[in-house]
């Protein structure tokens, strides 16, 4: 495995964002642990800054550079939304100019959130490619520092922190499901359970398309290009194909990979909703799926950790609503 982040790294991005970011909270439910036939944990960041878990691996990539005495004209990102909020945010706490690049068709919640941060916000064409070549081009004119959602080891350590956090509290967890796109966050969570429970398997939770299971099976990226984005009502997990840095971390630590559907997101979402009083987007809805999976309900061990990944969402487009 080639990695760059190591637990000095994620401790240091722990003690990095400390203060600035929400240490947020473990919930169960009885009711739904009862119905996956599991002991649940639900790492909340929900509750988060700007609203996702994106905060933490944004905000450490920015302090990174700023303490290598890197400080950009201009910070850079591309997102579908929750990354670009966080880096929106992260950079007016760090008293930066922000330009953010979303897709056509962003949520209104998301793309109103990074202009209230105070960062310029960009369209672009609804592709990967559009996203990646809008925002080099700008980054280019503004001699700007691009702060990538996912290829980035400084965003992998920051987001590894909710791996950090959830075992210090439960460090006997056996499972943690984490939603997948990029694959920051999985890999960054599958690192801090290498070193701090490595019987814990963490297993990651698709959109119908993606087909990661084939990749890490072959060890081999067997996506099509160019990427693209799939077609799921959950747009913070849209990215059909993984980063270049997050693949061999990947391949390395993840095992399983479990596929659900959009129905099955928005049902999560609905059960969240209505057992936990939560209100969560629909890739927080996947995590809760593929906890209640026959896949997953049948794997051995009792405790398992589930990733509530973000909470923006259209309040006028609840995900039961429009599957």
């Known amino acids: 495995m080639c990695s760059e982040v190591g637990l000095s790294e994620i401790k240091a991005a722990?003690?990095?964002?400390l203060g600035h970011v929400h240490r947020t909270p473990i919930l169960q439910c009885s009711t739904i642990n009862r119905i996956a036939g599991k002991d649940l944990y639900f790492k909340c960041e929900n509750f988060q800054k700007t609203g996702s878990f994106k905060a933490r691996g944004a905000l450490n990539a920015l302090k990174g550079s700023l303490e290598k005495g890197l400080k950009p004209e201009m910070v850079v990102t591309h997102s579908s939304g929750n990354h670009g909020q966080a880096v929106a945010w992260a950079a007016r706490q760090l008293g930066l100019d922000c330009t953010v690049v979303v897709p056509e068709g962003t949520p209104s919640v998301k793309c109103d959130a990074i202009k209230g941060y105070g960062a310029t916000l960009v369209f672009c064409t609804p592709t990967p490619?559009?996203?990646k070549e809008t925002a080099d081009r700008i980054a280019k004119e503004t001699n700007g520092l691009i702060v990538h959602p996912y290829d980035n080891f400084d965003v992998i350590a920051g987001q590894a922190t909710i791996g950090l956090e959830l075992l210090e509290e439960v460090p006997d967890l056996d499972i943690i499901l984490v939603p997948i796109s990029g694959g920051g966050m999985t890999s960054g969570i599958a690192l801090a359970a290498k070193y701090l429970n490595p019987k814990c398997q963490?297993?990651?939770?698709?959109?119908?398309?993606?087909?990661?299971?084939?990749?890490?099976?072959?060890?081999?990226?067997?996506?099509?290009n160019p990427p693209q984005f799939l077609d799921t009502i959950a747009e913070g997990i849209k990215t059909q194909q993984v980063g270049q840095l997050t693949f061999p971390i990947l391949c390395d630590l993840v095992k399983q990979v479990v596929t659900v559907t959009d129905k099955e997101m928005a049902d999560g979402c609905r059960m969240i909703a209505e057992r936990m009083k939560l209100v969560v987007e629909a890739a927080s809805g996947a995590a809760l799926a593929g906890a209640l999976s026959k896949q997953v309900t049948e794997m051995e061990g009792k405790k398992v950790g589930v990733i509530l990944c973000g909470g923006n969402l259209d309040m006028d487009r609840f995900p039961w609503h429009i599957v």
């Open 14 to 17: 722990g003690k990095r964002i």
């Open 129 to 131: 490619t559009g996203r």
């Open 202 to 224: 963490v297993v990651a939770v698709e959109p119908a398309g993606k087909n990661l299971q084939k990749s890490l099976n072959a060890k081999e990226r067997l996506w099509e």
